[in-house]
């Protein structure tokens, strides 16, 4: 394990609260301190100039231990976009959205965000309005919503609002969905990392028939299903974030699609296979399985489901042809 890996899981675990919602600031300032909130971003941006590679050890951890704070949206999306277009990248918590109807005029906004990761919360939304990336401290009125896993997922109304513009990136309507979709298949891999170690400890403890219940042979054949399935969601995220860093998001945009399909389908998988050992007791709100098990039911579905990025390989290899179907998978 790396001194990276082995900090950040040291942060979020003692961070670990299976009763509390919304962001843990006490955790956010935390990451702030040990340069994990803007891990990837320029120095010159307020960032650790670290790697992706750096980031995918860290958000790993945090999906395993359920971090209550907005690491992908800060750094991969409002950190990079802001930067990108020449706008200061505030301090505090961030979020980014996609949103091409937003009316912008003369460095003021009206429209509505849907679905704001963490809205209710950040010190500001970066938001790609086409060919344009416009900062957001502010709105109008905020309508809080949530999803499965009880994290922030609220509705922003901004009327005639002040905001900051600058240009956006090129590719940037290309490039943003996929490091969304990066993220989020990094973050779904260490909740399932999270659900199967908690299934193995509470196999191995769980006494049933005069011995535990790891001993049953239907329990280890499950538990192996999901060590693989695990496995695999590792493999296929960590190997889309070297891709990404060493030929770009749009570069890797197949390794994205793949590791965010691939994740996707383990976690359904490894949540199924978690519930299943624990019994009913793992489906109750008190229970600390529930905290992995719905975010990758969240998560899955969030950024793009398994179906659409599947989608997006198959016309990939469709448009590749049979003689490009060998070079396309390798690269």
Known sequence: MSELREMAESVFGDAWDIEATGVDAGL?????????????????????????????????AAGRFAARVPLVETDLLAGWLLHAAGLEVPTGPLSAVVAPDLAVDAGRATGVLHRVPWGRAVAGVAVLVGSRVVLVDRAARVTEGANVAEEPRDTLELDRTAVAVGTAPSEAAVEFPLRAALGRSLLLAGAA????????????????????????????????????????????????????????????????????????????????????VHGAIGFTREHALRMCTTRLWAWRDEDGTEAQWNDRIAVRVLKAGPDGLWPLLVG
């Open 28 to 60: 956010w300032a935390t990451c702030e301190q040990t340069g994990l909130a803007r891990l990837t971003l320029p120095e010159d941006a307020g960032g650790s100039g670290g790697a992706l590679s750096d980031a995918a050890e860290m958000l790993m």
């Open 193 to 276: 990392r999270g659900a199967l170690a908690m299934s193995v400890r509470y196999a191995t403890e769980r006494v049933q028939f005069g011995r535990p219940i790891a001993k049953l042979q239907a329990i280890q054949q499950m538990l192996a299903l999901a060590g693989a399935e695990v496995a695999a969601a590792e493999a296929a995220s960590v190997a889309a974030a070297r891709e990404a860093e060493r030929h770009g998001f749009v570069g890797a945009a197949l390794a994205v699609a793949a590791a965010k399909g691939r994740c996707g389908q383990a976690a359904g998988q490894v949540a199924r296979i978690a519930h299943q």
